[in-house]
C-alpha cells in the first residue's frame, strides 16, 4: 500500500471487534475529516443565527452525529458506484469493497441502517430543514457518477458538503434567507478548493481508469485557483455575517482563515501526495476558524 494511503485500522476502528472494522473502514470512521468537512458549514450557520446558546448547542450534537452518519452513507454509495475503480487505484485498492471484505449486498444493508438511523436524527429538526435534508440525497447519490462525466465532481461534491449551510439555517430559524446562500456559496468555493488539493493524491492513477477531476483539468494552475477560491470564500463569509447584522469585528477574526488558506497556497506542492493530504486534513482547522470568527460577531 503506498505510504500516503488514507486507509489505516485507527482511531475508532483501531479498537472495534475484526468483524466490525471492515463496516467502521466502509464509512470512514478511521478518517473523521470528511464527517469534519461535511458539518462545518452548518456550524457557521448556528454560530451566525442560533437564537441562543442552548440551541446552537442542541443543533450542534444532532448536526455532528447526522455528519457522521450520512458522511458514512455517502461513502457505502460511493465505493458501491466506484469498487471496480478503486481496485485499480492504488491508494484506493484496500477499501472493503474493493478488497472483498465487504459484499455489495452486506454493503447495501449496512446503507439502509445508515439511512433509518440518519432519518431519526432528520425528524428532530423544523419541517423546512428537514425537506432540505432529503433533497440532498440527490447530489449524494449523483456524485460518484460526475467523476465520470464531467471534469469537475468537485463542484457535485462542492453542492454536497455545503448543504448543511442552509440546512442548518433553517434548521436554527425556521426559515431560509440570504446568509444562509451566501454561507452555501463560502462553502462551495472552499470545498472545490480542498477538494482539488485531495485529488491531486490520485491524479496519475485517475487518469490511467478514466475518472475526471478538477486536479487533472487544472494541472500547473491549481495555485491560481486555490488563490481565487479561498478568496471567494472569505468574501462570501464576510458577506453573509454583515447580511445577518453581525458585529463588523467578525471581520477581525476572518484573518485568521484567510491566513490559513494563504499557508495551504504557500506550501502546496502537487506533486507531493503525502502533502496535499495533510493540506486537505488542515481544512477541519480552517472550518472551525471561519466558525470563531462568526462567533465573535454575536458577542
Not at 475526471?212 to 483539468?217: G, N, V
Amino acid at each position: 500500500m503506498a505510504p500516503h494511503t488514507d486507509i489505516r485500522r485507527e482511531g475508532l476502528s483501531g479498537w472495534l471487534p475484526a468483524a466490525f472494522v471492515p463496516y467502521a473502514l466502509l464509512m470512514r470512521l478511521d478518517r473523521p475529516i470528511g464527517s469534519w468537512l461535511l458539518f462545518l458549514p452548518g456550524l457557521w450557520a448556528f454560530a451566525a443565527a442560533a437564537p441562543s446558546w442552548g440551541r446552537g448547542l442542541w443543533l450542534t450534537l444532532l448536526f455532528g452525529l447526522g455528519a457522521v452518519v450520512m458522511r458514512g452513507a455517502g461513502c457505502v454509495v460511493n465505493d458501491l458506484w466506484d469498487r471496480d475503480l478503486d481496485r485499480r487505484v492504488e491508494r484506493t485498492a484496500g477499501r472493503p469493497l474493493a478488497s472483498g471484505a465487504v459484499s455489495a449486498r452486506r454493503a447495501l444493508l449496512f446503507l439502509v441502517a445508515l439511512s433509518v438511523l440518519g432519518l431519526a436524527i432528520l425528524l428532530q429538526l423544523p419541517r423546512t430543514a428537514i425537506w432540505l435534508g432529503v433533497a440532498s440525497l440527490v447530489p449524494i447519490v449523483l456524485y460518484p457518477l460526475a467523476k465520470r462525466v464531467t471534469d469537475w465532481p468537485q463542484a457535485m461534491l462542492g453542492i454536497v458538503f455545503t448543504w448543511a449551510a442552509p440546512m442548518g439555517w433553517a434548521a436554527a430559524t425556521g426559515a431560509l434567507s440570504a446568509p444562509a446562500l451566501l454561507l452555501w456559496a463560502a462553502g462551495f468555493g472552499w470545498t472545490l478548493a480542498y477538494d482539488t488539493i485531495y485529488a491531486h493524491q490520485d491524479r496519475e492513477d485517475d487518469a490511467l481508469v478514466g475518472i475526471r477531476s478538477s486536479a487533472l483539468t487544472l494541472g500547473e494552475r491549481t495555485r491560481p485557483f486555490l488563490a481565487l477560491a479561498f478568496a471567494g470564500c472569505i468574501a462570501l463569509v464576510a458577506m453573509a455575517g454583515l447580511r445577518a447584522g453581525l458585529n463588523p469585528v467578525f471581520l477581525l477574526g476572518l484573518a485568521l482563515p484567510a491566513a490559513h488558506f494563504a499557508w495551504q497556497w504557500h506550501r502546496l506542492d502537487i506533486h507531493d501526495p503525502a502533502l496535499c493530504l495533510r493540506l486537505f486534513r488542515s481544512n477541519r482547522d480552517a472550518g472551525l476558524l471561519i466558525a470563531l470568527a462568526l462567533l465573535l460577531g454575536r458577542l
